[in-house]
């Protein structure tokens, strides 16, 4: 019997994750390097996979609603065909923007689906759907359109809501809940919903408990002692309070999973009850997403290992192991017969400037922006313009891959290596800040990479 | 300060005495003068007060070492400035000690550098500073490790800092409490004339609401900074300036203890200096041609500023630069020198005897350092114009805030604020800092924790001190301009201010937008490095927080 193929993958975020997870149930043994958190612990809660673009005159955000709802095959075909290099555009091939969407769409569907498998058990899971959109408030009372959401913010939807009691706690620093309910206001009236009652309830919490942060409450309220006297207050505040109403809380409910925690507020205030979405930086969603992503890797038998991963050595005459530097210090190496890289951009430390020029940090691979224009060898000043909203190549600037999501040195050519991927935020042609498929990004290329890695590590090992 | 109308003020329909056109420490400085000499007087500022070149200057109320070789005039005027400041304004003060430390390959040699120092230190009684002190290498590193190892000894000297965008606002507040007209984002379309050909008044409009009025006045002085020259053309008096661009480049938190002077590849001077939060380093002085709306910094510039602190102190490249900061000096006309060596002195110019156009003045020239002199000089000869006897009071009537010390202990525990922050707006609002906090009907909670920004500072400035956009926040108290450049603060700032001003929804996005753009303009500029990763959570703070309503503009 054949060994199993070894993947190691490079990046703990979601991208990593889910190629990880992906690559175990095909059955490969999996080691992940990760230095740092990165975008995935900026998260405010939703799962966007086929985003809401601003700037594509095609998908507008309020489009979806105002005019006949889109369903996400929809949606992906009008991303795909909008952005030329967006991954979707070459993960599903840009025929997907005439006719084949519907099958990235299932693909969507199942990736979400293994997904919400592998992090019930910790404790957080996706809900929502991909045909339908889930109107969630941030802390500001704007509105985002999303597909899916994790545990917390997922079940404000406010499509369904009738009734809002908008919770603000005394002392925790927050936007006053009179401008907060005026935004949500306008924002349903702008996206054509129907107004609803809202009104806010402001909780005392007892004295001692740290209220400097949205962060440092939610961890706070991880403790059995804290949560009870939020629902003791809660529930002295619920009186002729209306059945129906859905109690939108900020998003304090822990940084380990918030289910027992909504389902105790529940309890006390006798109705539905979600978070809202977070506002970055306060981004705990993000950091339970990142919680629940590590525990379930554990669970999968991944072995993961803490460092910066520093290069790739060749072995016989191909890529055969990874090579990253230990909490130590010391200079390990890792024997692999694919690697996947998932190390993001700026923040979690994919891409960087060093000595005045933006590079690749692994391998040096040329950089592009969405246009095709090299973002690499160049001070990071040259590929940003005037304005702050004006789509800037530096920040939509990564890796450019074949269909199978190998890099390669020009748009068009052959792959560095025959078993090197790239996956998320490491991959150009799309800026997850203004289109909102980061996460989407995250796991439908970390899942098809690291099947493509293993599928080609299998023919690699039989040949 | 209920002399302050929060909302739009009705003109009075009497001509004023004097119209002032610019809120700069200029403009500012001669209304204040004018309303406590008893003049009718309307100040114009067409975006926020000190926006221009007062809040790009290094916030220094200092004598001017440099001035001495060739302007010690105006060495002298700064000095003697400088301590009447002091006294007028005291909690808005700090001492900033200098280092100048000396190295083997310096021109000049510490002997001659030497004497320079003992002939400023006759001048430092007037402005309260200590004399020059000489330092051996071990006892100059011991003050401030960073510095290189090639140096042999230093020098010492002492100056004073200033929050000077708060200056202008207080002198222009003041004015407001004594019964001018004030009033920001107003600029000016046209002047009147009448049919004489004097001019009387201009005609002005609000950027805000779009809404245009007359403002008629016996006196217009046009006190614009590098704007003179524009301004003075649309009245057909012509004033020649020599405008002189500078930067600086701001740290996102302290990076020396003292201020460490360093010497530019052309020889010219510079330093690195703590000012409030952050380290400030600068400044360069170009010869500039440019749109004076539409001031940028350049990375050469930046680059030529990093080069020249990195001989002094070789770590400063590890520091993360937060922004950097553009203003253009409205230095007199002169030709064939160097920009170093052109006058920092000031003239006011009466354009009835100068050009044939009565009722029209300018001021121009000048250093932040002696604004009240030259204050005292303009109001002096609008006076004079006016017919009113009135002696100049200025240096010795505090502004506000400056009428008795402040106890930030006190105010801590009375409001319940952490002693920092009370420190913090002791040092900004003095006397007045619990009027400030008694602003907010709940605890003062932080809306900023780069520095302790208070929402009740916040409220407190656009409840009574007439601010009008988030944008404005980072000059009138501080606000978005630390390590996170808003991405922390921004939105939350909005809603208070929402809340306080009572905008629509659809105006916070606006706001926002506009916001974030100028903030954007100070950071693109020093963009490098782990600033990056930063500005990825930026863009995701900011980006995140984008709504349906005035999706247009944001």
Known sequence: ?463 | MSGVPPRTPPVSSDPFDVLVVGGGINGAGVARDLALRGARVALVEKREFGSGTSWASSGMIHGGLRYLQHDPEVTLHSCVDSGHIQRIAPHLIFRIPFLMPIFPDDPLGAEIVEIGLEMYDRYQPFKGGRPHTRLSTAQARRLEPGLSDRIEGAFTLDEWGIDAARLCAANALDAAERGAFVRTHTELVAFLKDDSGRVCGARVRDRVTGDERRIEARETLNATGPWVARVSELAGAPVRLRPGKGIHVVFERRVSNLAVYAKGIDGRDMFTFPHEQNSMAGTTDDDFYGDLDRLEVTPDEVAYVLQAMERSLPGIREHRIAHAIAGVRPTLYGFGSYEDELSRDYAVFDHGERDGVPGFWTLAGGKLAAYRLMAEDATDQLCAALGIDASCRTHETPLPGGEAPVDPAEVSRRFGVGLPAAIRVGFRHGARASQVLAASVAPPRPVCVCEPVLDAELRHAARAEGLRTLEDACLRVRLGIGACQGAGCGARAAATLANTLDWPADRVGAELARFVDARWRAIAPVLAGDHIAALEVHRAAFLGARGFAGAEEF
């Open chain 1, 1 to 463: 019997m054949a060994a199993p193929p070894r993947v190691a993958i490079v990046g703990g975020g979601l991208a990593g994750a889910a190629a990880a997870l992906e690559a175990v149930r095909q059955g490969a043994e999996v080691m992940l390097v990760s230095a740092a958190s990165g975008a995935t612990a900026l998260g405010w809660g939703s799962l966007d996979v086929a985003g809401a673009v601003p700037g594509s005159r095609r998908l507008r955000w309020r489009a979806p609603l105002r005019e006949a709802p889109l369903s996400g095959a929809d949606r992906l075909a009008i991303l795909i065909g909008t952005f030329a290099t967006h991954p979707y555009a070459v993960l599903f091939g840009r025929d997907a923007a005439r006719g084949d969407a519907a099958a990235a769409a299932e693909q969507v569907k199942q990736a979400v689906e293994d997904l919400d498998r592998a992090l019930q058990p910790h404790g957080l899971g996706v809900e929502g759907s991909l045909d339908e959109n889930r109107l969630l408030a941030d802390p500001h009372g704007n509105v985002r359109v999303c597909d899916y959401a994790f545990t917390g913010a997922a079940g404000g939807n406010l499509a369904e809501v009738p009734e809002i009691a908008w919770v603000t706690l005394a002392g925790l620093p927050a936007d006053p809940a009179s401008v907060a309910l005026g935004r949500l206001a306008a924002e349903r009236a702008a996206l054509g919903l129907s107004p609803a009652p809202a009104r806010s309830v402001e909780l005392r919490l007892p004295e001692g408990l740290a209220l400097e942060s949205v962060a440092r409450l939610a961890a706070e309220l991880d403790r059995p002692d804290a949560l009870a006297a939020l629902c003791q207050v809660a529930k002295e505040a619920r009186a002729g309070s209306s059945a129906g109403r859905m109690w939108l809380f900020p998003p304090v409910l822990g940084l380990e999973s918030p289910a027992p925690k909504l389902a105790a507020l529940r309890e006390s205030v006798g109705s539905p009850v979600a978070e809202t979405l977070a506002a970055v930086p306060d981004a705990t969603p993000g950091y339970r997403l990142q919680r629940a992503l590590a525990a379930a890797l554990d669970a999968a038998g991944v072995r993961r290992y803490a460092g910066r991963a520093t290069n790739l050595a060749v072995r016989e005459g191909r890529i055969g192991a990874l090579g990253y530097t230990n909490e130590q210090g010391d200079a390990v190496e890792i024997d692999a017969d694919a690697v996947v890289l998932a190390t993001g951009r700026f923040l979690a430390g994919g891409l960087r400037e060093e000595g005045g020029v933006v590079a690749e940090s692994i391998l040096g691979l040329p950089l592009y922006d969405g246009k095709g224009a090299r973002v690499d060898g160049r001070p990071a000043q040259a590929s940003v313009r005037r304005r702050y909203l004006d789509a800037h190549p530096l920040f939509g600037a990564g890796v450019v891959t074949d269909a199978r999501l190998r890099p390669v040195n020009a748009p068009g050519g052959p792959p560095v290596a025959p078993n090197v991927f790239a996956a998320g935020d490491l991959l150009t042609g799309f800026d997850a800040a203004r289109d909102r498929t980061g996460l989407g990004v995250a796991l439908m290329t970390g899942v098809a990479a690291a099947r493509n890695a293993v599928q080609g590590a299998k023919r690699g090992g039989l040949s």
